[in-house]
């Protein structure tokens, strides 16, 4: 019953911007750690940030730091990415994952295609 379904993604150029969006429903956000990975054709999946549900404190990977920025608002029940100054090694699938505690099943979305081309 739970779903995490991802949007926003798109074909941009480099140097543009996108917000991708992760919303949620048979869960409530406000009680999870939530975070973004990305996946590119052919590579392994890659964490690329997170946002505690306590302290609405974010962590970014190095290749995103100062560019991506990731924000929740629970009372839609919604996660974002907002991700400027996209370079192509930014294109990928997006995923959306709430990270359940004492849990091996956190809950994934299926993902929003991003490529950025010239």
């Known amino acids: 019953q739970v779903q995490l379904v991802e949007s926003g993604g798109g074909l941009v150029q480099p140097g543009g911007s996108l917000r991708l969006s992760c919303k949620g429903s048979?869960?409530?956000?406000?009680?999870?750690?939530l975070s973004w990975w990305r996946q590119e054709l052919g590579k392994e999946r890659e964490w690329v940030a997170c946002?505690?549900?306590?302290?609405?404190?974010?962590n970014y990977a190095n290749s995103v730091k100062g560019r991506f920025t990731i924000s929740r608002d629970d009372a839609e029940n919604t996660l974002y990415l907002q991700m400027n100054s996209l370079k192509l090694e930014d294109t990928a699938v997006y995923y959306c994952?709430?990270?359940?505690?004492?849990?091996?099943?956190?809950?994934w979305g299926q993902g929003t295609q991003v490529t950025v081309s010239s």
């Open positions: 946002n505690s549900n306590v302290d609405d404190g974010t």
């Open positions: 994952k709430a990270f359940i505690p004492r849990s091996d099943n956190d809950y």
């Open positions: 048979g869960i409530t956000f406000g009680r999870y750690a």
